[in-house]
Nanobody, 123 residues
Framework: QVQLVESGGGLVQAGGSLRLSCKAS????????MGWFRQAPGKEREFVAL???????YYADSVKGRFTVSRDNVENTVYLQMNNLRPEDTAVYYC?????????????????WGQGTQVTVFS
């Protein structure tokens, strides 16, 4: 079992920054990949970024150069640093645990999820 608790969302003006955090517990955090997804009202959950157990990273084209995913295995936490935010980034952001290390970009490849944190970007 993996429990994930997300935080750090909020309201930010376009061009600003936020850092999301996802605290994990229940299993050895350093042994599995983590992903960030987002979901806007009426839309499917879409891939944002992932980080492997050895800290390899991969990003959706829409966020490359603006977002950075990282992890702190001592604190059992994964982060998503979001810079130069745009209104189209507005969504609920979720972290997911890929305990089998598929390193996938589909939501159904992740076994556990946090509760989500709202990010709203206004212009």
């Amino acid at each position: 079992q993996v429990q994930l608790v997300e935080s750090g969302g909020g309201l930010v003006q376009a061009g600003g920054s936020l850092r999301l955090s996802c605290k994990a517990s229940g299993r050895t955090f350093s042994s599995y990949a983590m992903g960030w997804f987002r979901q806007a009202p009426g839309k499917e959950r879409e891939f944002v970024a992932l980080i492997s157990w050895k800290s390899d990273t991969y990003y959706a084209d829409s966020v490359k150069g603006r977002f950075t995913v990282s992890r702190d295995n001592v604190e059992n936490t994964v982060y998503l640093q979001m810079n130069n935010l745009r209104p189209e980034d507005t969504a609920v952001y979720y972290c997911g645990a890929d305990v089998t290390n598929v390193f996938g970009t589909r939501a159904d490849q992740y076994e556990y999820w946090g509760q989500g944190t709202q990010v709203t970007v206004f212009s």
